[in-house]
């Protein structure tokens, strides 16, 4: 880019226009500051890279040959490990006290597909070949359905699973 | 309407754009409502890490 | 009611231009009319209203129409890529021509171009209609298609990039022939839209012939499908600007004369395009947040870069508005809110466009929450980003062409629009039907609702949904009976044996700017530095993750039919 002079020199910018410019870089910044404060002060982040698995023979050893709930600190930390296959979840119903801490770990054996629980922030992609992950706390005791969000199939509509949280 | 400007010899006619620094401005808080609106979904759903 | 009804055209396109134009108009707007048979479809399902069992009528030659799932297919691939791709290309051709003031450099490579959209279009056609291509527009592996559709869709692609080719030869020529001359800005920002896509679809063609055919071809055994997605997002994000730009074209450099005005920043229309060719690209995993295989510090660094295209959008719409708002000033129009009445608003044409923007200042809106990095957590693959890219790319890009059409057809036939005042109440019953759709489709998918489900079927809709769905139909039904009436407008208009009277010519719109472009910088004319500014953001952006996830691929996922 040339030199700001002769940009300024020769490209007439109104100064309404001017005005709105600026108006638009401090709106931008504002939402990138607010979804930084979210994403690294108030926990509330992103799936990242976890583990990549074979899916053809993911299945033969633990922990995803026995998919399910497993119980770190009784009440306190729990580590869920979910299977989505054409077209169920394994498990496809989990109990959890509220209050916990709870972490997922899905991952399919065949095809691209989603993981949501309702009414939380987990929601994420379910790529065969990879693990996906994300930690959450359930506040507040009820049923909190889990469904797949990617097209897997014929039978994609039926694919869902329930959590219940117990008090 | 302005008409300081019409002492002006060249300008016969300068467009202010009075109404779209309004609309824009109409734009900026509907933008930042509807954002922030989805912005507290987010965070009453709870943490992730 | 078109006010650029003209006795002496300021230049005149020959009529194997016109022809030839015509007939990507009318591919498009064939695919366009098979593709939203389906939606209505969709949107009753939602309510609870499935017709698709009584469909096996359709297409019985080759199977017929099976399932939700095949008409949503078929919804998508031949609305969202074969509409947009075929109508760009056709008014890129239109833009350049008219533009530059001169023919095509090698009008034979524009037409071997086309002529292979066209086979591609035909290709891909057979296995989506057999069913045996339901993997949506997507393709997500390692569901698997009929190879026929794969090897469709890279003839389609092959074919826009040999137009596209052609566009940037004939500029070239231009130059060379004018070299005092600012290339006009019409044609600066479609040329710009070709280059963006010619690198593009870079991602999807890697995507297609390294890894999907090989896998459908059983030379390689299994697939890699994280990698797979990486590099179809590179191309999904500038894809969505690939379509949009046409529009903005239309906005700043058209929609302004036809409004009786002229464009308000003829440099920052043009700076506007050089930010969309450089940040188009480098910012796709911001379609791919919540995907296990990248890792977080990268999916932030493309939500930042994501804020960063928002700008260029933003200069859009107040140059645009005020673009707008000089036009009704002439017109006569007052008040600080009361000069948008005094826009033509009897115009077909003009009013497609206005409600066109309308419908994108929310879907602007929508936009930037989905590219907001952790808010993403609350949209992706809800029904909300179907409803939010309605709005983009079936409103503010579909809409602004159907009033693009209102003019194009009557230039390109020689013959009068045909019943005016339909052309104007089909916009406005789709901008009806769409507001209530996509108000309904957003509201449900932030409540959980899934996309891409027929969730009349879903075991798992609670009732608060219920009324949302039923506004989906109603939306969706609504929006349909206003598109058919642009293509019965149209087909009309171009099949019609009435002529324009002898002497009589519909112009391109082409809109003066307030400022003189010729007083515009240099650096806004000239390609190279831009073209080295997007190579090196995309090298930034993307090399990294690339390399890694490269070098870490592994084929292991067979492949699945749907």
Same mark, same amino acid.
């Given at each position: ?113 989603g ?12 790529i ?40 | ?35 922030f ?7 009453s ?5 | ?13 020959? &009529? ?10 009318f ?69 350049? %021509? ?5 023919p ?16 591609g ?50 500029l ?48 390689? /055994? ?50 506007a395009f ?11 995993f911001?379609h ?24 260029? /959008? ?15 000033? &002439?017109?006569?129009? &007052? ?23 309308i419908?994108? %200042? ?11 990095y952790?808010?993403n ?30 003019w ?5 036939t ?14 406005w ?31 798992y ?50 809109a ?14 000239r ?36």
């Amino acid at each position: 880019m040339s030199t700001p002079e002769t940009t300024h020199e020769s490209m007439h910018v109104d100064p309404a226009e001017r005005a709105w410019i600026r108006t638009s870089i401090v709106v931008l910044v504002v939402f990138a500051i607010s979804v930084t404060i979210a994403g690294f002060m108030l926990g509330i982040q992103v799936p990242t890279t976890e583990q990549r698995v074979n899916p053809q023979t993911i299945q033969d050893a633990p922990p995803w040959s026995e998919p399910g709930v497993r119980e770190i600190v009784a009440g306190e930390q729990y580590e869920v490990y979910v299977v989505a296959k054409r077209f169920f979840f394994e498990p496809n119903a989990i109990e959890l006290p509220a209050g916990a801490e709870v972490t997922f770990y899905v991952t399919s054996t065949d095809v691209q597909h989603g993981f949501s629980i309702r009414d939380t922030n987990v929601n994420f992609m379910v790529i065969p070949g990879e693990v996906s992950k994300l930690t959450t706390t359930f506040d507040e005791p009820g049923d909190y359905p889990y469904i797949c969000t990617e097209y897997c199939g014929l039978g994609h509509a039926v694919m869902f699973g329930s959590v219940t949280v117990t008090p | 309407m302005a008409t300081e400007a019409d002492n002006d010899s060249e300008v016969q006619e300068e467009f202010k754009p009075r109404g779209t620094v309004a609309f824009a401005a109409a734009f900026v808080v509907v933008l930042l409502l509807m954002w922030f609106s989805i912005y507290i979904i987010m965070l009453s759903r709870g943490t992730t890490i | 009611m078109l006010t650029d009804t003209t006795t002496t055209p300021v230049y005149e396109l020959t &009529k194997p231009d016109k022809k030839f134009i015509g007939w990507h108009i009318f591919f498009a707007v064939t695919a366009l009319t098979i593709g939203s048979l389906f939606g209505p479809l969709q949107a009753l399902e939602h309510a609870g209203v499935d017709l698709y069992p009584r469909l096996d009528f359709l297409f019985v030659e080759f199977n017929g129409v099976n399932s939700y799932y095949q008409g949503l297919t078929l919804h998508g691939v031949l609305n969202a890529l074969i509409w947009t791709t075929f109508f760009i290309t056709g008014f890129t051709t239109l833009v350049v %021509i008219r533009g530059l003031k001169r023919p095509l450099a090698m009008p034979l490579l524009n037409r071997i171009g086309f002529w292979s959209m066209v086979a591609g279009l035909v290709v891909a056609a057979i296995p989506l209609l057999g069913n045996k291509a339901t993997v949506l527009f997507t393709f997500y592996p390692p569901m698997q298609a009929d190879n026929l559709f794969y090897i469709g869709l890279v003839l389609v692609v092959v074919g826009s990039w040999i137009e596209g080719w052609g566009f940037m030869l004939t500029l070239w020529r231009w130059r060379k022939e004018n070299p005092d001359t600012k290339t006009p800005f019409i044609v600066l920002a479609a040329v710009i839209n070709v280059v963006l896509w010619q690198v593009a679809t870079l991602g999807v063609a890697v995507e297609i012939l390294a890894l999907i055919l090989p896998l459908g071809f059983g030379w390689v /055994s299994g697939i890699d499908p994280q990698l797979s997605r990486t590099f179809f997002w590179f191309t999904g994000h500038p894809l969505v600007y690939f379509w949009l730009l046409p529009a903005y074209i239309s906005w700043y450099g058209m929609l302004p004369k036809q409004a009786g005005g002229k464009l308000f920043s003829d440099s920052l229309a043009r700076l506007a395009f050089w930010l969309f060719l450089i940040l188009s690209t480098p910012l796709g995993f911001h379609h791919q947040f919540v995907d296990p295989g990248v890792p977080a510090g990268w999916k932030y660094v493309h939500s930042l870069l994501t804020f960063g295209v928002g700008f260029p /959008s933003l200069l859009t719409l107040f140059t645009v508005v005020a673009s707008l708002e000089y036009a009704a000033r &002439k017109r006569g129009g &007052k008040g600080l809110f009361g000069w948008i009445r005094a826009l033509p608003w009897g115009d077909g044409s003009v009013t497609a466009q206005l409600l066109a923007g309308i419908l994108f %200042i929310f879907g602007g809106i929508g936009g930037v929450a989905n590219a907001s990095y952790n808010v993403n957590l609350v949209l992706h693959n809800t029904a909300w980003v179907p409803g939010h890219f309605h709005l983009t790319v079936a409103s503010a890009v579909t809409l602004s062409f159907f009033g693009i059409c209102y003019w194009l057809v009557p230039h390109i036939t020689g013959k009068p629009l045909w019943r005016p005042q339909l052309a104007l109440a089909s916009s406005w019953i789709y901008f009806a039907g769409m507001l209530i759709f996509s108000n309904a489709m957003h509201t449900v998918g932030l409540l959980g609702a899934p996309r891409r489900v027929p969730l009349g079927l879903a075991p798992y809709v609670p009732s608060e949904w219920n009324g949302h769905l039923f506004r989906v139909a109603v939306g969706g039904s609504i929006m349909w009976v206003g598109l058919m009436l642009f293509v019965v407008v149209v087909a009309v208009t171009a099949f019609q044996r009435k002529r324009l009277p002898e002497g009589e010519h519909i112009d391109v719109p082409v809109a003066e700017s307030l400022d003189d472009p010729n007083k515009a910088p240099a650096w806004l004319d000239r390609w190279k530095p831009w073209l080295i500014a997007m190579v090196v953001l995309i090298i930034l952006a993307y090399g990294p993750q690339l390399i890694d996830q490269i070098a870490g691929i592994e084929s292991t996922s067979p492949g699945f039919a749907p």
